[in-house]
């Protein structure tokens, strides 16, 4: 799997691209996932894309872009699940995994694992690919991230970091780790924000019943 938005391409460029990369699938008989910005005309769009060698693909466009950064981008309007390999696979976008709709739209196609390039900016890589982990501890699924100027990272469905890397500025990084990726049905997946609507719930319940509560006033000794 390789990052985020490493290269841009024309609807021309990209049918050579797409060449390569499927006889790269074949001869290696492995899958690749790859993230490239698409131009086609005046639309871009910030895609990753999945080669496997019996010469299918499966592509995803970016749902949640960054404001200012990417608005010249296209959006995304669904989800990629993969069934490949007796397992479920889906993908996601870096900025994707700041949002937990992602995580619970993923969680409720029952996605043992979940693909993700990413770009960081450096000072954030440990943070973003421990947000993204979080995804998935509430929806039940193992993440694999590459993420240029981050961390390369594999996490289970508990949140366990399996294995982890820093990129190394501009030499080739690479991760290499075997783990099974499973799905487990949670509370959070089933029942959604309930814990944090009880505590604001409550929270307002309390400062209700402060504020009401007369303030003493004078000295309780006299």
């Given at each position: 799997?390789?990052?985020?938005?490493?290269?841009?391409?024309s609807?021309?460029?990209?049918?050579?691209?797409?060449?390569?990369?499927?006889?790269?699938?074949?001869?290696?008989?492995?899958?690749?996932?790859?993230g490239?910005?698409?131009?086609?005309?005046?639309?871009?769009?910030?895609?990753?894309?999945?080669?496997?060698?019996?010469?299918?693909?499966?592509?995803?466009?970016?749902?949640?872009?960054?404001?200012?950064?990417?608005?010249?981008?296209?959006?995304?309007?669904?989800?990629?699940?993969?069934?490949?390999?007796?397992?479920?696979?889906?993908?996601?976008?870096?900025?994707?995994?700041?949002?937990?709709?992602?995580?619970?739209?993923?969680g409720?196609?029952?996605?043992?694992?979940?693909?993700?390039?990413?770009w960081?900016?450096?000072?954030?890589?440990?943070?973003?690919?421990r947000?993204?982990?979080l995804?998935?501890?509430?929806?039940?699924?193992?993440?694999?991230?590459?993420?240029?100027?981050?961390?390369l990272?594999?996490?289970?469905?508990?949140?366990?970091?399996?294995?982890?890397?820093?990129?190394n500025?501009?030499?080739f990084t690479?991760?290499?780790?075997?783990?099974?990726?499973?799905?487990?049905?949670?509370?959070?997946?089933a029942?959604?924000?309930w814990?944090?609507?009880?505590?604001?719930?409550?929270?307002?319940?309390?400062?209700?019943?402060?504020?009401?509560?007369?303030?003493?006033q004078?000295?309780?000794?006299?």
């Amino acid at each position: 799997m390789l990052p985020e938005n490493i290269a841009q391409f024309s609807k021309q460029e990209y049918a050579t691209i797409q060449k390569m990369l499927h006889a790269f699938a074949q001869t290696h008989h492995t899958s690749i996932l790859v993230g490239l910005s698409h131009k086609h005309g005046e639309t871009v769009s910030n895609q990753a894309t999945l080669f496997h060698p019996d010469q299918t693909e499966h592509a995803y466009t970016k749902r949640h872009l960054i404001p200012g950064l990417e608005n010249a981008y296209t959006k995304g309007d669904s989800l990629t699940k993969i069934q490949k390999y007796d397992t479920n696979w889906g993908i996601a976008i870096c900025k994707d995994l700041d949002f937990v709709d992602t995580g619970k739209d993923y969680g409720k196609r029952s996605i043992n694992l979940l693909l993700v390039p990413a770009w960081d900016f450096g000072d954030d890589a440990y943070l973003h690919a421990r947000m993204a982990t979080l995804r998935g501890v509430e929806s039940g699924f193992a993440i694999a991230r590459s993420s240029r100027n981050g961390n390369l990272s594999i996490s289970d469905n508990r949140g366990r970091i399996l294995s982890e890397t820093p990129v190394n500025g501009d030499a080739f990084t690479t991760l290499v780790h075997t783990f099974n990726a499973s799905h487990t049905p949670t509370l959070y997946l089933a029942l959604g924000d309930w814990l944090g609507w009880a505590c604001l719930i409550t929270s307002l319940v309390s400062l209700k019943y402060v504020f009401k509560k007369p303030l003493m006033q004078g000295d309780p000794n006299k």
